[in-house]
């Protein structure tokens, strides 16, 4: 080798050296974060099923050794816009949002442009660019195997609906419902009211309702909590003849399945599937993974007739 090429080789070999100094520098002075933080937002934790998502979840993130923040915006909309500019603040690592309303989250604007990923869980935003992923029921589907199950029921029927306006999820599962019925007309919508998937707000609107209409047969609630709400205003007027629809498959419902008259079936989800999928997809997209913009779980309709095939005492997986 003459000179020239030592001296050629000498120069590359210092390049690299130079190079990997660089790099062994600069990883010590910014070393790789392991201690991730996540931000969680519930419209409430009033619901055993947003808290079965939480603990599921929480599970999941500390088990990677990382942690969840949690706050409960109790239905206050712009409170939930608060807590995630809070934890667009503190710098989290990942937001996971249960939407109050899905058209006014003004604050996902300032997460998407502070670089912080944002996975919807239950329900999806009116924008769907400022959110990574929405995790959800087949929400559609439950209202339509609420209304089939009905129908096999009763040749006929006055209906009255408990709703959630405002909540993406709720709305498709009594637009399901409804659009199932739509083209029979013995089966008609006599009244409805906005209870927000409560139960103490359900019963008293129920109790309202029953004492101005006298013939009520059929009650579809947009979840389990408003299902029991209608149940107990039922009961306290001494009405036998109403049957009621949830949708959930909480363990309260499903026991109620077995042994009131009165509830004829749950469209369940599974909040331990929602809390596992929401975690795993929030790590995908921070390994920069390609997940699909909408995931949705199956339901499955839970009556008289099957009740024997579930646990009343947990939730589905």
């Known amino acids: 080798m003459d000179e020239r090429s030592k001296k050629s080789l000498y120069i590359i070999i210092w390049l690299i050296v130079a190079t990997l100094l660089g790099t062994v520098y600069t990883s010590y002075l910014t070393p ?33 050794g990382d942690e969840l923040i949690v706050r409960n915006p109790e239905l206050d909309t712009d409170k939930q816009n608060e ?10 690592d990942g937001i996971f949002v249960n939407p109050i ?13 502070a670089g912080i990923p944002v996975i919807a869980i239950d329900a999806s935003v009116d924008n769907t660019d400022l959110i990574d992923c929405v995790i959800e029921s087949d929400n559609y589907n439950a209202g339509v195997l609420c209304a089939q199950n009905m129908m096999k029921r009763m040749q006929s029927a006055n209906i009255v609906l408990l709703k959630h306006s405002t909540v993406e999820s709720a709305a498709s599962r009594i637009q399901g419902f409804v659009d199932t019925i739509k083209d029979y ?20 609107l129920m109790q309202t309702i029953l004492k101005k209409h006298s013939n009520v047969d059929v009650v579809m609630a947009l979840n389990d909590p408003s299902a029991l709400g209608a149940l107990a205003a039922i009961e306290s ?39 596992k999928l929401s975690a795993k997809k929030m790590y995908d997209i921070l390994q920069r993974k390609d997940i699909p913009k909408i995931i949705e779980v199956p339901v499955t309709m839970i009556t008289k007739d099957n009740i024997d095939s579930y646990s009343v005492k947990g939730w589905q997986v």
């Open 32 to 64: 790789q974060k392991t201690h991730l933080i996540f931000g969680a937002t519930y419209m409430t934790m009033n619901n055993p099923f947003y808290e079965v998502i939480n603990n599921e979840l929480r599970k999941e993130i500390e088990q990677n």
């Open 101 to 113: 309303d899905s058209k006014k989250l003004p604050s996902l604007d300032s997460a998407r442009k």
């Open 237 to 275: 007027l001494n009405r036998q003849d109403i049957i009621v629809y949830g949708v959930d498959g909480t363990p309260d419902l499903k026991s109620l399945i077995k042994q009131s008259p009165l509830i004829a079936g749950t469209a369940a989800q599974s909040p331990l599937m929602f809390g």
């Open 185 to 204: 007309p013995q089966y008609q919508i006599i009244d409805s009211a906005e209870c927000e998937g409560q139960l103490e707000r359900a019963m008293p």
């Open 83 to 92: 807590q995630i500019e809070e934890f667009i603040s503190k710098k989290v």
